[in-house]
């Protein structure tokens, strides 16, 4: 199949919007303590608003992977860089953050999700920065091993108690 990756247009906001339905169907089928709204309780619309808002404060990017033609698969990542705040504890620093990677299911297995994590690594450096990061659930098993294997390691850990 013939993969292309390219940035992000306003005529792709329909296929981001079906990207983060289908991000949200998953997170919810895989959330254990039922914390996640179902798609017909999600405000997709209003999701994507925030997105491109943030893409926009924190000089982020989107790209969009086309297999054959077809829009395949989406990620989003934006530029963190050390406040006053930060720089308490923290050495300077500015990184970036991956905050969301989705392929259509018909399109998975086919190394779409490699190459779209691996451009936004590219347009990382190019903005300086030192790392990439990202958080997943733990029960996202599948995107937990695909991150693994592409060299990212726990750094923070969150954990849970239902009480
Ligand atoms: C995680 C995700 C982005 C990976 O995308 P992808 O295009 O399938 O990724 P790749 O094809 O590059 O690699 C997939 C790896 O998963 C495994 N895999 C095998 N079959 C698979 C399938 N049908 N679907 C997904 N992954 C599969 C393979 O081990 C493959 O590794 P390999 O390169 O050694 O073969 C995709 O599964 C997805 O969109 N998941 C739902 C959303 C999500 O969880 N996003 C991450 C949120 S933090």
Redesign the pocket.
């Known amino acids: 199949m013939k993969i292309t990756i390219r940035r992000y247009r306003t005529s792709d906001r329909a296929f981001l919007v079906d990207c983060m339905n289908?991000?949200q169907r998953?997170?919810a089928s895989i959330d254990a303590l039922k914390k996640t709204r179902p798609v017909s309780q999600f405000s997709v619309e209003r999701w994507v608003d925030l997105i491109l808002k943030k893409i926009k404060k924190y000089k982020g990017a989107i790209f969009i992977a086309e297999g054959n033609g077809k829009s395949a698969?989406c990620v989003v990542g934006i530029i963190k860089e050390s406040t006053k705040i930060d720089l308490i504890d923290l050495f300077p620093f500015r990184d970036g953050r991956?905050i969301?990677?989705?392929?259509?299911?018909s399109?998975?297995?086919?190394?779409?999700?490699?190459?779209?994590?691996r451009s936004m690594e590219g347009f990382f450096r190019k903005q300086g920065c030192k790392t990439a990061e990202?958080?997943?659930?733990a029960t996202?098993v599948?995107?937990y091993?695909?991150?693994k294997?592409h060299a990212y390691a726990d750094r923070n850990i969150d954990m849970c108690k239902k009480l």
């Open positions: 289908g991000m998953h997170i698969g991956i969301e990677l989705f392929v259509d299911p399109f998975r297995g086919e190394g779409i999700g490699s190459l779209l994590l990202l958080g997943t659930f996202n599948r995107a091993e695909f991150y294997k």
